[in-house]
T-cell receptor
């Protein structure tokens, strides 16, 4: 049984650009949540997808958007990147929205 | 407001000693869950232990135990017999059964185990 895989592991983008981060859920998991972890902070909830539908959203602007695919993998898209978007982005998957989440190792995004 | 507070930015412990990491929480919901996660430098969040708000006994998982004091709204993590591999960031988190099931994390405690 594979865990949660995120790609890329690191990337550097320029302010104003767009970025797509990818997450492959643990086998059998149908729910994916994304978190943003700024340096020195705890992770902050961005949004959750359950069976391809958004199932809740945190306090993030609309330029943060996501998708979940039929195989339950997921993407996080961020448009018009800002310097404050620099963070570790964590994906977590579970079977059902009620918990038992497995986290990936994250994508470290640097915006310059 | 739902909030997790971890007041210890950093802690040191001697190898083989026990250490307590503090966590207090704030919620008006009677049904909630409390978690502790370990985050090594690799970045992934590793689940350590869970305590439900209605659980009568404190949770234990191997060397980890959760000292749950509901009236004080505290959920401290106790690590016994510390090992060098325990050096990492530790996060306390809370979830609720109502609304979207999401984690609310504290700011974390960096633990350094000394040889």
């Amino acid at each position: 049984e594979t865990g949660v895989t995120q790609s890329p592991t690191h990337l550097i983008k320029t302010r104003g650009q767009q970025v797509t981060l990818r997450c492959s859920s643990q086998s059998g998991h149908n729910t994916v949540s994304w978190y943003q972890q700024a340096l020195g902070q705890g992770p902050q909830f961005i949004f959750q997808y359950y069976r391809e539908e958004e199932n809740g959203r945190g306090n993030f602007p609309p330029r943060f958007s996501g998708l979940q695919f039929p195989n339950y993998s997921s993407e996080l898209n961020v448009n018009a990147l800002e310097l404050d978007d620099s963070a570790l982005y964590l994906c977590a998957s579970s079977l059902g929205a009620g918990g038992g989440y497995t986290f990936g190792s994250g994508t470290r995004l640097t915006v310059v | 407001a739902q909030k997790i507070t971890q007041t210890q930015p950093g802690m040191f412990v001697q190898e083989k000693e026990a250490v307590t990491l503090d966590c207090t929480y704030d919620t008006s919901d009677p049904s909630y869950g409390l978690f502790w996660y370990k985050q090594p430098s690799s970045g992934e969040m590793i689940f350590l232990i869970y305590q439900g708000s209605y659980d009568q006994q404190n949770a234990t998982e191997g060397r980890y135990s959760l000292n749950f004091q509901k009236a004080r709204k505290s959920a401290n993590l106790v690590i016994s017999a510390s090992q060098l591999g325990d050096s990492a960031m530790y996060f306390c988190a809370m979830t609720h059964t109502s609304g979207t099931y999401k984690y609310i994390f504290g700011t974390g405690t960096r633990l350094k185990v000394l040889a």
